[in-house]
């Protein structure tokens, strides 16, 4: 899982991130995702083998969605950011018109197989990530519709019922 957001605009100066508590570190990522929306999620998807999935077909299957929520002009941004998406080929004017909404991937995430709602998959799931503290901040957010709670431990209860209890960020 990967996701593009429009970088950090919030954060402790005077403190490095490596000497934050994790409280500490909950409330920048809390104040930072709670205002700012995401543009972009890669989901990769295998199996206990590493293959990826084929359905039966020749190709495998990796996912981007491009989120039409962002606006350029309406929600807060870091310029920096910006500029490297678009450098990378994000086009943020076509995103607004023929990106998936936050609501119409909320609808299809929790109706697919990969969603918590199928619990039976639930023990054999895990999601395998790097640094994705604000990956599943911006999910949970999306997912819940709601920003993301005050403390530290309701947010944890949330990724749990999103995604599973199996969960390793290798960083």
């Known amino acids: 899982m990967d996701t593009e957001f429009p970088e950090v605009i919030y954060h402790y100066p005077e403190l490095h991130r490596s000497s934050l508590s994790p409280c500490q570190n909950y409330s920048i990522v809390k104040k ?3 205002a700012m929306k995401l543009i972009q999620l890669g989901l990769t998807l295998f199996d206990p ?3 990826l999935p084929d359905f039966g077909t ?3 299957f990796v996912w981007k969605f491009n989120f039409m929520d962002f606006g350029m002009n309406e929600d807060l941004q870091n310029s920096k950011s910006i500029a490297l998406f678009k450098c990378q080929g994000i086009d943020f004017f076509i995103n607004k018109l023929i990106g998936i909404s936050f609501a119409d991937y909320d609808f299809l995430f929790m109706a697919s197989w990969i969603s918590i709602a199928t619990r039976w998959l639930e023990r054999n799931r895990t999601w395998i990530t790097f640094h994705s503290t604000y990956d599943f901040g911006f999910l949970v957010k999306m997912l819940s519709q709601q920003n993301l709670p ?15 209890m199996k969960v390793f960020d290798i960083k």
């Open 49 to 51: 083998q590493g293959n």
């Open 150 to 164: 005050h403390d530290l431990s309701q947010f944890m209860q949330l990724v749990r019922m999103y995604f599973s």
């Open 58 to 60: 020749e190709f495998c």
């Open 32 to 34: 930072n995702v709670n």
